[in-house]
Every structure is written in C-alpha cells, then in structure tokens.
C-alpha cells in the first residue's frame, strides 16, 4: 500500500508576484529531486498584477499605461497556461507543488481536482459554483444560467510532473481592475466575486483554511499546516531569490506587457 503523502500548507499572506513566482520555482525544483515535502501556498497578490500566460498576447491587456499606474498595476509574464487574468488584494490565490507521479500523470484530471476544490470551497460558504463545458470556459462560475459570472481562474504549469502555478478565487476583489484585461481571453466575460454573490464578508484567510482542506482531500494528501517558523522562513527564501533574480534581470521591469522583459520564471 502507498504511504499517504503529506501536504505542507503555508498561508503567506500578502506578497508580491514575482517574490512568489520564484518561490514556487525553487519548491518544485526541491520537491522533483525528493528533497522536500509538497506544498500548498495559499497568498494575495499585493502590489496588484496582471499575469500573462503561455497564450496570451499583448492584445489582451487593454488598458493604457497610465491607467495602471494610477492603480498600482504591474505587469507580468507567467510559464503557467491560458491568458491573461488578474491579480490583487481580496483574491485569495492557491499554489499546490505537488508531483502527480506515479499515479495521477493527468493534467485533464488534475484541472477537475482543482475545480473541484473551488466549488467544495464556495459551497462552504453558501455560494453555489459550477464549471461549464468548453476549454475557454475553464474555471469555475457563479451567477444564474442565463447570466453567468466568473469567480475562479484556473492556470497550472507542469515540470516533470510536479505542479506549480494553480487557481484565483475572487473573494473581496477589486472587481474594476479586471476591466484593464481580456480577462481569460473573453471579451464579454462578466467577473464576480463571494462577497458579491454571499452578500457576506468573508476574508482571504478563512477561505484559505477551506480551500487547503479540501485540496487535501482532493488529491488524496494528508494535510500539515505550517508553523509560524516554516511560513517566515518560506517568506524570506522567497524575497531572498526574488532580490537576487531582479539584479540580473538589471531593472528590466517595463511597465509595457512585454513578455520578454517581463519573464518570471
């Protein structure tokens, strides 16, 4: 019989994008070798971002320069799939490392996992989410039939079979930002959020604790939550790789969505 593997989960609260990217990066790296335990970080974004994806072009990010910058927006590029989406403060956004070898090597598969997880984490807190049929429409939805809203965004990048990148839930997000972007490259794509379909507040982290629980269950990991210590130390490896990938990239931080200069990983 398999030994149950355990899953190491780390709220990091806010953090900047490229801080995370690189993170991940090191912790996949660490968990293809078996040199560390898989991780689940949990975070928000801060300062906002627009991420592009492998598909995405710079058609995608509609807004001016000046509008970004007079919303704190960064601009930056991303190995995961899809387009391009959003990120920011009240979006809880969920990065599992985990290796799907030997026995789950389906990234069909794997994208249901997560979407499942949303909608066990929604159904939480009495907001009903569904998928709908479509590789443009993955994710997971909120709102009527007649009148669908996105809450979720999914986009995963695999290195031999160990996952990175992974899903944002809108929970209290700025819901306008979303109007810089061809948000999932979907020009009439209504966004929402669960503080706008509950009616309730509802914060990042308690929604974070539902979500872990139910990625564990999900793929069939038993969950560990992180020490204070373990969290500080990811956060510090975390700024520490960032500090030192931004000097070689020799302030190449363009405003413009240029994937080049942009690159995070």
Known sequence: MNETRTLIWSHLGAIDYASAAHLQAELCAAVHRGERSEH???LEHAPPVFTLGRNATDADITSAEAWRAARGIEVRASN???????HGPGQLVAYPIVNLSPDRRDIRRYVRDLEAVIIDTLADVGVAGRVRDGQELIGVWAGSEDA?????SIGVHLSHWVTTHGFALNVDTDLDHFQGIIACGLGDVVMTSVVHESGTQHSVEALAARAAHHTAIRLGREL??????????????????????????????????????EADE
């Open 148 to 152: 669908p809203a996105k809450i979720a």
């Open 80 to 86: 995961r799939g899809g387009q391009v989406t959003y």
């Open 40 to 42: 689940l970080l949990t």
């Open 224 to 261: 560990r939550v992180a020490s204070r210590d373990e969290i500080a130390q990811l956060r510090r490896e975390a700024a520490s790789r960032a500090s030192k990938n931004e000097i070689t990239r020799k302030g190449a931080r363009d405003a413009r969505p240029s994937r080049r200069l």
